[in-house]
């Protein structure tokens, strides 16, 4: 069965920063590459950033570029977003999906999807 569980969403004042987790399991972590998407109430769910089975490779949304940072530690199964300088545009449901090896900006080319965590910036 596999699971893709996120973690690390709160509420942060805005410039504030945030490291959200996703804890894979039940597939061949390697074999993936991993997409972050998020989803504001109201609108589709948006890509955020992506990167490579081996962390060689990463790709980023224009608004979230310089900002934040994508991660993976093939030895934890694990993928992360690290988010610096938060603004309420950021608030939003934040979703991790794995996909083939090669990255992706489109949901439709992830398989697998997570239940989501939560990330609200006050002003």
């Known amino acids: 069965q596999v699971q893709l569980v996120e973690s690390g969403g709160a509420l942060v004042q805005a410039g504030g920063s945030l490291r959200l987790s996703c804890a894979v399991s039940?597939?061949?972590?390697?074999?993936?590459?991993m997409g972050w998407f998020r989803q504001a109430p109201g609108k589709d769910r948006e890509f955020v950033g992506a990167i490579s089975w081996s962390g060689s490779m990463t790709t980023y949304e224009d608004s979230v570029k310089g900002r934040f940072t994508i991660s993976r530690d093939n030895a934890k199964n694990t993928v992360y977003l690290q988010m610096n300088n938060l603004t309420p545009g950021d608030t939003a449901v934040y979703y991790c999906?794995?996909?083939?090896?090669?990255?992706?900006?489109?949901?439709?080319?992830?398989?697998?999807w997570g239940q989501g965590t939560q990330v609200t910036v006050s002003s």
């Open positions: 039940g597939l061949t972590f390697v074999s993936y590459s």
């Open positions: 999906g794995a996909g083939s090896k090669v990255i992706a900006d489109t949901a439709d080319k992830y398989d697998y």
